[in-house]
């Protein structure tokens, strides 16, 4: 039972366009939604999160969008830029105390 | 050091031998997290500790695997007469508490059942 999917295994994009990474949550209980970047043989890194109780968040060049009629969640990246090549997951939770459930993970590749 | 540590790095074991990984969260963090990463898969939950509540175990895919945390601490997952299935990267992650911050993770433990 998948309750978070990443439904896109893999994304290329141009280096200072736009990268545009999805996931899609079944839980309407989740509340808390995080997006983490991982390089190989690294652990991965937080990136971004949103509450539920908001639809936006930016930090820098990254911006989170929640839409929780859709239960759906993006990540837009701009511009991107070839350091942010990783492999891209985003995880939910549902309140305190809960664990993070993980999506299986998007690759980005961003061409010079 | 500040972060998440985790060791071995890397581990090579023989199928039917029993392995110990280890895991010093960062230091106040509450929380503690397994994760395991197959070859081409996502990240798996395995076992969550939140302070002196029991543990969430229900990610653990078999009895061959347990887990503790000592004093609140170091942690140590355990795995039994491995099998080459159980070849993954194995991550630890802390967190301040059990709110909705973020969880800090380690660089993981490479297993590799031969």
């Known amino acids: 039972d998948q309750q978070v999917k990443q439904n896109s295994p893999s994304l290329s994009v141009q280096e200072g366009r736009i990268s545009i990474l999805n996931c899609d949550y079944t839980?309407?209980?989740?509340?808390?939604f995080l997006w983490y970047k991982k390089y190989p043989a690294e652990g991965p890194t937080f990136l971004i999160s949103?509450?539920?109780?908001?639809d936006k968040n930016e930090d820098g060049r990254f911006t989170v969008f929640l839409n929780k009629s859709a239960k759906h969640l993006s990540l837009h990246i701009v511009p991107s830029q070839p350091g942010d090549s990783a492999v891209y997951f985003c995880?939910?939770?549902?309140?305190?105390?809960?664990?993070?459930?993980f999506g299986t993970g998007t690759r980005l590749a961003v061409r010079p | 050091g500040a972060g998440v540590s985790q060791s071995p790095s890397n581990k090579v074991t023989e199928k039917g031998k029993d392995v110990e990984l280890r895991c010093d969260p960062i230091s106040g963090h509450t929380a503690l997290y397994w994760y395991r990463q197959s070859l081409g898969q996502g990240l798996e939950f395995l076992i969550y500790f939140q302070g002196n509540s029991a543990p969430d175990k229900s990610g653990l895919p078999s009895d061959r695997f347990s887990a503790e945390r000592t004093g609140g601490s170091v942690s140590t997952l355990t795995i039994q007469r491995t099998q080459q299935e159980d070849s993954a990267v194995y991550l630890c992650?802390?967190?301040?508490?059990?709110?909705?911050?973020?969880?800090?993770f380690g660089q993981g433990t490479r297993l590799t059942v031969v």
């Open positions: 995880a939910a939770k549902k309140s305190s105390g809960d664990k993070l459930t």
């Open positions: 839980n309407s209980m989740f509340d808390y």
């Open positions: 949103i509450s539920s109780i908001k």
């Open positions: 992650a802390s967190l301040k508490t059990g709110g909705t911050t973020e969880a800090f």
